[in-house]
């Protein structure tokens, strides 16, 4: 199972980015997709979540700016996330996982988002 994460880097306040997850080794279409981040000194925390059938919830430090969205058919999930705060600033992890199984989650190695003026 890989996850790869890309599309962070360095934005203004008010800006906007599309981070995207590439993942394999997976029946993707089964799996539920959350994007979780952390930032320096903090724990991680889940940030928003689809599932399969495109169900999704966000946290609300987030809801009205950022969306989460997934294509099936070339396993990647996103989030699109706008009108970014310095608060957003922080490493994001994609995780995919089999809900109410006991089957491990898969997490990526994480993209850097840094909100800065």
């Known amino acids: 199972v890989q996850l790869v994460e890309s599309g962070g880097g360095l934005v203004q306040p008010g800006g906007s980015l599309r981070l995207s997850c590439a993942a394999s080794?997976?029946?993707?279409?089964?799996?539920?997709m959350s994007w979780y981040r952390q930032a320096p000194g903090k724990q991680r925390e889940l940030v928003a979540t689809?599932?399969?059938?495109?169900?999704?919830d966000y946290t609300e430090s987030v809801k009205g700016r950022f969306t989460i969205s997934r294509d099936n058919a070339k396993n990647m999930v996103y989030l699109q996330m706008n009108s970014l705060k310095p608060e957003d600033t922080a490493v994001y992890y994609c995780?995919?996982?089999?809900?109410?199984?006991?089957?491990?989650?898969?997490w990526g190695q994480g993209t850097q988002v840094t909100v800065s003026s």
């Open positions: 080794g997976i029946i993707f279409r089964f799996y539920s």
């Open positions: 689809i599932t399969g059938g495109g169900a999704t």
């Open positions: 995780k995919a996982f089999l809900a109410r199984t006991s089957v491990p989650d898969n």
